[in-house]
């Protein structure tokens, strides 16, 4: 059994800046790729970043292209999302995910595993 648990969402100022976590438990040395995706309410599920989770190459949305960043742990187990110059029209619902196949990992049918979210707000 997979769990995947995110943290660090908040309440932050337009300019600021937030890291969100990922701790993944049980197989996770199975997957082969993990994102992070983000929905605004009444707004559909929306890609923000992917990473290849042996290999550490990323692919962003290009929303958050230049200033957010997807770093992981192994050791860990956990991903993270550094977010820098927040916008208002990030405020959403953060969601991360774990996908066990090849995938390009841009859509959210592609992966296997998510966790429960974690509100990002951004006041202007």
């Known amino acids: 059994q997979v769990q995947l648990v995110e943290s660090g969402g908040g309440l932050v100022q337009a300019g600021g800046s937030l890291r969100l976590s990922c701790a993944a438990s049980?197989?996770?040395?199975?997957?082969?790729?993990m994102g992070w995706f983000r929905q605004a309410p009444g707004k559909e599920r929306e890609f923000v970043g992917t990473v290849r989770w042996t290999a550490g190459t990323t692919y962003y949305a290009d929303s958050v292209k230049g200033r957010f960043t997807i770093s992981r742990d192994d050791a860990k187990n956990t991903m993270y999302l550094q977010m820098n110059s927040l916008k208002p029209e990030d405020t959403a619902v953060y969601y991360c995910?774990?996908?066990?196949?090849?995938?390009?990992?841009?859509?959210?049918?592609?992966?296997?595993?998510w966790g429960q979210g974690t509100q990002v707000t951004v006041s202007s």
């Open positions: 049980g197989r996770t040395f199975s997957f082969y790729r």
């Open positions: 995910a774990a996908a066990r196949t090849v995938v390009v990992g841009t859509k959210h049918g592609e992966y296997d595993y």
